[in-house]
């Protein structure tokens, strides 16, 4: 189960530090098949990249998550 994170007296869902590391994650992923060429065989570029996001998302908080 998640836990809230407390900062300052005010209770934050665990979410806000996992979505943006997974989206790190994603533009790392997107940068490395830019320049290697392989964005180019993605058919439906936005579907992937969406998937590629949902995918670390879980990915972070099956790992950081308790």
Not at 9 to 33: I, K
Not at 49 to 59: M, T
Request: glycine share 8%; net charge neutral.
């Amino acid at each position: 189960m998640l836990e809230e994170i407390s900062f300052g007296g005010l209770l934050f869902s665990p979410l806000v530090l996992y979505a943006p590391l997974a989206f790190v994650l994603s533009f790392v992923t997107r940068q490395v098949l830019y320049r290697s060429g392989l964005y180019q065989q993605i058919w439906k570029a936005a579907w992937f990249e969406v998937g590629l996001y949902i995918c670390y998302l879980a990915l972070v908080v099956n790992t950081l998550g308790n």
